[in-house]
């Protein structure tokens, strides 16, 4: 079975603070994608990555950067934490091929 | 936004009911995925159905995709109370290069009371 884990269900961070969110997967996937989700606007891209080293920018980038120094690690970085990203935040990879995603557990990310 | 959408946003049904619901999505699509996710954890997926498809099962789910309505329904047959959960559609954009980038609706809550 395809497992991604992500690094934490639950963190508390302080407005200002840099925060790591890290997503591993253990089968091979070329492509990652960190998600966040808000209640009644569903699922947003925030970046993916389609190779080591490489990324693009989803939907919502400002304010997040990431980094993939190997193939199965996927990181998202808050550089300076904020209150309107206090949200649950998905990780997930895929196969070109396959299309279909599997997702971590996600993370639920309160800033105060 | 390239967002679709789902209709209903919540649906309430009793156990060994069907469910139905629909999404509606603006671009051409390469496919259309289901996920499922239950209350506060990652989505798991569903089922897949081309653009070249019309219909697909799997086990208790039917879903069915018109391309010229740029729509697709989910049906779950009787349901059971563990299906409680919320549905996402998902669309793979057919133009480009898009590394299995998706788009998600926003869902729809299903609640199956035993």
């Known amino acids: 079975d395809v497992k991604v884990t992500q690094s934490s269900r639950y963190l508390v961070k302080r407005t200002g603070e840099k925060v790591f969110l890290e997503c591993v997967q253990d089968m091979d996937h070329e492509n990652m994608f960190w998600y966040r989700q808000d209640p009644g606007l569903g699922l947003r891209l925030i970046y993916f990555?389609?190779?080591?080293?490489?990324?693009e920018k989803g939907d919502i980038p400002e304010g997040y950067s990431v980094s993939r120094e190997k193939k199965e690690r996927f990181s998202l970085i808050l550089e300076s934490a904020s209150t309107n990203q206090t949200s649950m935040y998905l990780c997930?990879?895929?196969?070109?091929?396959?299309?279909?995603?599997?997702f971590g557990p996600g993370t639920r990310l309160t800033v105060t | 936004s390239q967002q679709g959408e789902e209709d209903p946003q919540a649906l309430s049904i009793q156990e060994g009911e069907n469910a139905t619901m629909n999404c509606s999505y603006k671009?051409?699509?390469?496919?259309l995925q289901w996920y499922r996710q239950n209350s506060g954890r990652g989505l798991v997926h569903l089922i897949l159905i081309r653009s070249n498809e019309r219909e697909k099962h799997s086990g208790r789910l039917r879903v069915t995709l018109d391309t010229s309505k740029k729509s697709s329904s989910l049906l779950i047959t009787a349901s059971r109370a563990a299906d409680t959960a919320s549905y996402f559609c998902a669309t793979l954009y057919a133009g480009g290069t898009s590394y299995g980038k998706l788009t998600f609706g926003q869902g729809t809550i299903l609640t199956v009371h035993p």
């Open positions: 671009t051409s699509i390469n496919n």
């Open positions: 997930a990879s895929t196969l070109t091929s396959s299309y279909e995603q599997y």
């Open positions: 990555s389609y190779d080591v080293k490489m990324k």
